[in-house]
């Protein structure tokens, strides 16, 4: 089993910075892709950034130049750089990871617990 713990939420003015760390421990072999979702309230949870161990990227439209994806593949932790926030960001930040216990499992998925960020204007 691996769990993952999220940080660094927090409130924040329109126009400011917050920096969300994801911490992954447990029975891991391997971590494939780790990234970030939110969930602002009632609606569905959506795609924010992924990065996989290679270092490649992905990012939502709404997100692009101005939120930042990166990993520390030795300490297993993904990070999130929010910079240029908007009201709109306001949510919910979940970090999601699929990984592999040992050599010959198959992926498996997992999330944190969610970290609220809040942007006022």
């Known amino acids: 089993q691996v769990q993952l713990v999220e940080s660094g939420g927090g409130l924040v003015q329109a126009g400011g910075s917050l920096r969300l760390s994801c911490a992954a421990s447990?029975?891991?072999?391997?971590?494939?892709?780790m990234a970030w979702y939110s969930q602002a309230p009632g609606n569905q949870r959506e795609f924010v950034a992924s990065?996989?161990?290679?270092?490649?990227?992905k990012y939502a439209e709404s997100v692009k130049s101005r939120f930042t994806i990166s990993r520390d593949r030795a300490k297993n932790t993904v990070y999130l750089q929010m910079n240029s926030l908007k009201p709109e960001d306001t949510a919910v930040y979940y970090c999601?990871?699929?990984?592999?216990?040992?050599?010959?499992?198959?992926?498996?998925?997992?999330w944190g617990q969610g970290t609220q960020v809040t942007v006022s204007s």
């Open positions: 999601y990871a699929d990984y592999k216990p040992r050599v010959w499992d198959t992926v498996r998925v997992t």
């Open positions: 990065i996989t161990t290679v270092g490649i990227t």
């Open positions: 447990g029975n891991i072999f391997s971590i494939p892709t």
